[in-house]
T-cell receptor, first 113, second 110 residues
Framework: GAGVSQSPRYKVAKRGQDVALRCDPI?????LFWYQQALGQGPEFLTY????????KSGLPSDRFFAERPEGSVSTLKIQRTQQEDSAVYLC???????????FGPGTRLLVL | SQQGEEDPQALSIQEGENATMNCSYK?????LQWYRQNSGRGLVHLIL?????REKHSGRLRVTLDTSKKSSSLLITASRAADTASYFC??????????FGAGTTVTVRA
């Protein structure tokens, strides 16, 4: 595709509900990142994949957060038993190996009520 | 936790004026990048400056980097209404992880 796409763009969840956020990176991009952006703040790193391998998940805030990229392309960020503090924009980015510029998707805005 | 801090938090200028924003960071870096984010949209990469560079230009953008002071500045010359956005600096300390500041919100008045 032309750029990184994410779905859904907006998600409203009731507290305790599980959600799944999808990221389609740019075709051929080896590396994929997830970030969380709270209102009025900059993005914060969550996790990083190189192909299907999750090389760094140090930014995941709790064990309720889980990310996967089973075939090295599309990635899913899953949040179990959502809490109000999970409300944020979740951004996905990809880059070609050995390049430094990350290309961001439009984000998924999650609101937990 | 966020590595960078932008200053000011918000900036309002007249169309045609220059806008300057600063970024300070805490640890040694490989490179520093500036991104723009329009309301409700994703981030767009503007410019990257490596730790061994002091100044870089791209169109109406000028970025400086002072590694001794652990600071960077972004100058937008001859601003336009379309420059209204939030601007973030991000530092890279290894091959991949970016640490963002809280951003500067720029409003360009017509």
């Amino acid at each position: 595709g032309a750029g990184v796409s994410q779905s859904p763009r907006y998600k409203v969840a009731k507290r305790g509900q599980d959600v799944a956020l999808r990221c389609d990176p740019i075709s051929g991009h080896v590396s994929l990142f997830w970030y969380q952006q709270a209102l009025g703040q900059g993005p914060e790193f969550l996790t990083y994949f190189q192909n299907e391998a999750q090389l760094d998940k140090s930014g995941l805030p709790s064990d309720r957060f889980f990310a996967e990229r089973p075939e090295g392309s599309v990635s899913t960020l899953k949040i179990q038993r959502t809490q109000q503090e999970d409300s944020a924009v979740y951004l996905c980015a990809s880059l070609v190996s050995a390049q430094e510029t990350q290309y961001f998707g439009p984000g998924t805005r999650l609101l937990v009520l | 936790s966020q590595q960078g801090e932008e200053d000011p938090q918000a900036l309002s200028i007249q169309e045609g004026e220059n806008a300057t924003m600063n970024c300070s960071y805490k640890t040694s870096i490989n490179n520093l990048q500036w991104y723009r984010q329009n309301s409700g949209r994703g981030l767009v990469h503007l410019i990257l400056i490596r730790s061994n560079e002091r100044e870089k230009h791209s169109g109406r953008l000028r970025v400086t980097l002072d590694t001794s002071k652990k600071s960077s500045s972004l100058l937008i010359t001859a601003s336009r209404a379309a420059d209204t956005a939030s601007y973030f600096c991000a530092t890279a300390t290894n091959d991949y992880k970016l640490s963002f500041g809280a951003g500067t919100t720029v409003t360009v008045r017509a």
